[in-house]
């Protein structure tokens, strides 16, 4: 735009403005550059951190961190990073849309934009990361789902980069099997490995990177000026001015964050042996998802069990998982019984909104959350390190201020607040 009124509301606001060449056919537009003064954000002089957790939040935290030049130290009680919920054999990284474009889709959306380009850093950089290209598609539930999906679509004229309405024949075309109706394609979108998500972080990181693996932090201790990590024996594993607890659940063993609202949720997976002749050439999702094969096997997923914690596969969820594929994949699944299928169990942490914790914890200087990053790990953890990395080293902060707000991990102080006052009253 070139609007007077436009240009003058900026310049009052501290901008200095100028017009150039416009672009995508208009012939000019308005240019500026903040020559206001505003609060400084200093950067820590003492540029050291610990990790706690070497899954796919803490892998990203500290690759975050390093880049901006910080030590880190990460506390893994695994022999290897990936182990807990970080390690299934795939997942999806897709954005989420909604005709009102609440806080989930918001964050989702733009979580993807910010990942595909962190995964495409990664990979520039050597990471060994294992995923598939082609997209992923997305069925409609039903008629009523699909219509839902069409004036998304047209309400927020998404481009076709990022999204593209499929009938029936078109999905079953780009599937390369059958398909039970119509839905979107993701172009964009991905299943990946998450292990080896966490693994190039940390070679992206290891420059300025220590890991401390088979150790298990077990209590905090605040000093005048850093913090201890010690274990069960009461040994200190690591001291730094910063910690972040990126360990998912078990965030709640420490005093410091076991009033946070994080439940476990199991999910199990189920691997399906690939058939001959049968080539699904993309990832398809409904209210479960099928990966195409690798090493000979499909990643057909997953469950949802509150309140369930039983650590091995069991048949009862490889056949839901079998049911969800038959609902996605008419027939791609006949003839295989649950009870031959092998699986994976992981338990990922929620908060009760269903939203990442993130940022400081209240009245603890130096210490940090990257929580609850839920079933979409994959797609939410670059850019919810990156919002941490930015708190702790004083960057301008990469989403907008309300939908930090909604991200914080404050927000549930304030909510406890608010309860305490409305009995009060």
């Known amino acids: 735009t070139v609007a007077g009124a436009v240009r003058q509301g900026l310049?009052?606001?501290?901008?200095?403005?100028?017009?150039?060449?416009?672009?995508?056919g208009k012939r000019g537009m308005l240019a500026?550059?903040?020559?206001?003064?505003?609060p400084a954000n200093e950067s820590p002089t003492d540029k050291r951190a610990v990790v706690i957790g070497a899954g796919l939040a803490g892998s990203a935290c500290a690759q975050r961190l390093t880049e901006r030049g910080w030590a880190v130290e990460i506390i893994e009680r695994h022999a290897v990073p990936a182990q807990a919920a970080s390690?299934?054999?795939?997942?999806?990284?897709?954005?989420?849309?909604?005709?009102?474009?609440?806080?989930?889709s918001r964050f989702t959306s733009a979580a993807f934009l910010y990942a595909s380009r962190h995964h495409a850093a990664l990979a520039q950089a050597g990471g060994a990361l294992i995923h598939g290209s082609g997209g992923v598609l997305q069925l409609a539930r039903d008629d009523?789902?699909?219509?839902?999906?069409?004036?998304?679509?047209?309400?927020?004229?998404?481009?076709?980069?990022?999204?593209q309405l499929m009938e029936t024949s078109q999905a079953t075309e780009l599937a390369g099997v059958p398909v039970a109706g119509p839905g979107c394609w993701f172009p964009e979108a991905?299943?990946?490995?998450?292990?080896?998500?966490?693994?190039?972080?940390?070679?992206?990181?290891?420059?300025?990177t220590r890991?401390?693996?088979?150790?298990?932090?077990?209590?905090?201790?605040?000093?005048?000026?850093?913090?201890?990590?010690?274990?069960?024996?009461?040994?200190?594993?690591?001291?730094?001015?910063?910690?972040?607890?990126?360990?998912?659940?078990?965030?709640?063993?420490?005093?410091?964050?076991?009033?946070?609202?994080?439940?476990?949720?199991?999910?199990q997976v189920s691997l399906l042996p690939e058939r001959e002749g049968v080539k699904l050439r993309i990832a398809v999702c409904r209210d479960g998802?099928?990966?195409?094969?690798?090493?000979?096997?499909?990643?057909?997923?997953?469950?949802?069990?509150?309140?369930?914690?039983?650590?091995?596969?069991?048949?009862?969820?490889?056949?839901?998982?079998?049911?969800r594929l038959e609902l996605m994949l008419p027939g791609f699944g006949a003839g295989v019984m649950p009870e031959n299928l092998d699986g994976r169990v992981a338990f990922r942490a929620m908060?009760?909104?269903?939203?990442?914790?993130?940022?400081?914890?209240?009245?603890?200087?130096?210490?940090?959350?990257?929580?609850a990053l839920g079933s979409r790990g994959m797609t939410w953890d670059a850019l919810a390190a990156e919002i941490v990395a930015s708190r702790i080293d004083g960057d301008p902060m990469p989403v907008e201020r309300d939908l930090l707000a909604a991200l914080d991990v404050g927000r549930f102080v304030a909510k406890r607040e608010a309860r305490g006052e409305r009995k009060q009253g």
């Open 144 to 163: 009523t789902h699909f219509g839902k999906l069409q004036r998304v679509l047209a309400q927020f004229a998404l481009p076709p980069e990022l999204v």
């Open 190 to 208: 991905a299943w990946m490995n998450p292990g080896s998500i966490c693994r190039a972080n940390l070679d992206a990181a290891s420059a300025r």
């Open 11 to 24: 310049v009052k606001a501290g901008f200095a403005m100028e017009k150039r060449e416009g672009f995508a």
């Open 351 to 371: 908060s009760f909104d269903r939203l990442p914790v993130l940022g400081q914890m209240p009245a603890e200087p130096g210490l940090f959350a990257c929580l």
């Open 87 to 104: 390690g299934i054999p795939a997942g999806l990284v897709r954005p989420v849309f909604s005709l009102d474009w609440n806080t989930h």
């Open 211 to 267: 890991c401390l693996f088979q150790s298990d932090a077990a209590t905090l201790s605040r000093g005048d000026r850093e913090w201890e990590i010690l274990d069960a024996s009461g040994a200190v594993l690591a001291t730094a001015p910063v910690v972040i607890l990126a360990n998912a659940v078990s965030a709640g063993r420490f005093s410091q964050a076991a009033e946070l609202p994080l439940r476990p949720v199991r999910g």
């Open 32 to 38: 500026g550059r903040f020559a206001g003064k505003t």
């Open 289 to 323: 998802y099928i990966t195409p094969a690798r090493d000979g096997v499909h990643c057909l997923g997953s469950s949802f069990n509150e309140g369930m914690l039983e650590e091995s596969a069991c048949v009862e969820d490889h056949a839901a998982n079998l049911g």
